[in-house]
């Protein structure tokens, strides 16, 4: 059974930093190109940042990219975001996704919850 | 960026009756002969969870109350016959460029 489990949420100051761990398991994990993916309390879903299979090539939207990194570690099957210079705006559930070969999301974890505010 | 248009943004629909959502592309999403267009379904409280794939592929699961069809840049999802359990907030998305983008969502509630 594919299973995602994120941590590392919470409350954090504005223009301070926060690092999401997502574990994965019940799949071969360096198989897959993996996705975070946000929703901001009660409004829609918006891509955060995506990474190949082997972490070598990443991608972000303009709204993080210079502050957020996404990387992984296959030996660990794990998923990590890095999160600097955090806004208001950033204020959202934050979901690990396993993203397939057409780019869509099959599996999602249960979403971590980060707040930003002072 | 591809922009999403989804309409309508809620939808009221008798339990038995036919729900079709809409979620319009502002260029192509397809690559090598497959449309990459995908549909999710997030129910109150939960987290979301993939539909259709692919513009008309049901993922793993999936009722075949669920459809997906296209028509130029325009994409649809259709659930008929509605049940109870499909209360819930539908999505769109395209897979074919960065940055990735969702439709705004449509909330489908019963009448």
């Known amino acids: 059974e594919v299973q995602l489990v994120e941590s590392g949420g919470g409350l954090v100051q504005p223009g301070r930093s926060l690092k999401l761990s997502c574990v994965a398991s019940?799949?071969?994990?360096?198989?897959?190109?993996m996705t975070w993916i946000r929703q901001a309390p009660g409004k829609g879903l918006e891509w955060v940042a995506s990474?190949?299979?082997?972490?070598?090539?990443?991608y972000y939207p303009d709204s993080v990219k210079g502050r957020f990194t996404i990387s992984r570690d296959n030996a660990k099957s794990t998923l990590y975001l890095q999160m600097n210079s955090l806004r208001s705006e950033d204020t959202a559930t934050y979901y690990c996704t396993r993203e397939e070969l057409t780019h869509y999301f099959d599996y999602w974890g249960q979403g971590v919850m980060v707040t930003v505010s002072s | 960026n591809i922009v999403l248009t989804q309409s309508p943004a809620s939808l009221a629909v008798i339990l038995g009756q036919k729900a079709t959502i809409s979620c319009t592309a502002s260029e192509s999403v397809n690559k090598f002969g497959i449309n990459l267009m995908h549909w999710y379904q997030q129910k109150p409280g939960q987290l979301p969870k993939i539909l259709i794939y692919n513009e008309f592929s049901r993922a793993p699961g999936i009722p075949a109350r669920f459809s997906g069809d296209e028509a130029e840049l325009n994409f649809t999802l259709t659930i008929e016959p509605v049940e109870a359990d499909d209360v819930a907030t539908y999505y769109c998305?395209?897979?074919?460029?960065?940055?990735?983008?969702f439709g705004a969502g449509t909330k489908l509630e019963l009448k």
């Open positions: 990474i190949t299979n082997t972490g070598g090539s990443t």
């Open positions: 019940g799949f071969t994990f360096n198989n897959y190109w």
């Open positions: 998305q395209q897979g074919l460029t960065f940055p990735y983008t």
